[in-house]
């Protein structure tokens, strides 16, 4: 079977539990193609990854790092890479087959695992926007090769970024677009650091942002949030028909649940939006 063209080895973001990586890997194309050939016919597509595959896509869509749909075009398998004298990890540019080297399903490889699975995810993307400016062929051309460094310069410097996320989380921000000051309580999926204060609001003043204390590992929350009296009626984010519920200040309040927004896949934090209605309008929730 003909070769099968791969990015140059990937330097990714690394941590203390995983010092191995740091060895300078050969490039997969040293690789005995059968090896490659055998490991691309046992990846699987998504909704079929291994389970530790799966648990790294699931928290890079979490963290707003890719969407899920952006998944879905890529097969992604373990494979003996460096058992084989290869790097840890590898894509097929042709194929869009994401190989991670095997040590990497290991519990304590988590973190590395999902800035290893970023990187390659990235050189994805990459690889789709030119195919769409060279053409289906762009795999076995000259400009493919031509383009190698800079894919992996930058889908070095993203890992990092991506993995001091993991480690860090995003900061969380409540933007009120409302004329009138909100209440706002708010829970993530996946808080960084648990509190253990009781329940209480947050006060977010007309038309301003206010960044929450709180960093979160996922997009994923659950909040409730009320507007000051306006014009004798009041703006309700969430409510009595919400089934989960907090008690704050001695009364229940039903929780809404929601994914947050961010502006970048690699840094920033993520933004709840609470925009007010016309009077004539229902209360959004």
Not at 26 to 54: K, N, T, V, W
Request: hydrophobic letters at 40%.
């Amino acid at each position: 079977m003909a070769q099968v063209m791969r990015l140059f080895p990937c330097i990714v973001f690394c941590v203390s539990v995983c010092a191995n990586v740091a060895a300078a890997p050969a490039p997969s194309e040293a690789m005995p193609q059968h090896i490659l050939d055998a490991c691309d016919e046992r990846a699987s597509p998504f909704g079929h990854y291994d389970r530790a595959i799966a648990h790294a896509a699931d928290d890079l869509i979490a963290m707003g790092v890719f969407s899920e749909e952006e998944f879905h075009g890529v097969k992604i398998g373990f494979c003996g890479l460096r058992a084989a004298g290869g790097p840890v990890a590898t894509i097929s540019c042709a194929r869009d087959i994401i190989l991670l080297d095997s040590g990497y399903a290991a519990r304590d490889q988590e973190l590395v695992r999902n800035a290893t699975l970023a990187h390659e995810m990235k050189h994805y993307l990459q690889h789709g926007e030119q195919k769409s400016k060279f053409g289906a062929n762009y795999c076995s051309n000259d400009q493919y090769v031509t383009d190698k460094m800079w894919m992996e310069e930058e889908a070095d410097a993203f890992s990092d970024d991506v993995g001091e996320l993991f480690f860090t989380g995003r900061g969380v921000e409540i933007r009120n677009e409302c004329p009138v000051a909100v209440s706002v309580y708010l829970e993530a999926e996946r808080p960084i650091t648990a509190s253990d204060t009781a329940p209480e609001f947050t006060h977010v003043g007309p038309r301003s942002t206010l960044a929450l204390p709180a960093f979160a590992a996922s997009k994923f929350v659950s909040f409730y949030a009320q507007t000051t009296l306006s014009d004798g009626e009041k703006q309700i984010w969430g409510g009595p028909s919400m089934p989960d519920r907090r008690f704050i200040d001695g009364k229940a309040y039903g929780l809404k649940r929601t994914s947050l927004s961010n502006a970048s896949r690699s840094s920033g934090p993520f933004q709840l939006s609470l925009s007010c209605q016309s009077e004539h309008d229902q209360p959004a929730n």
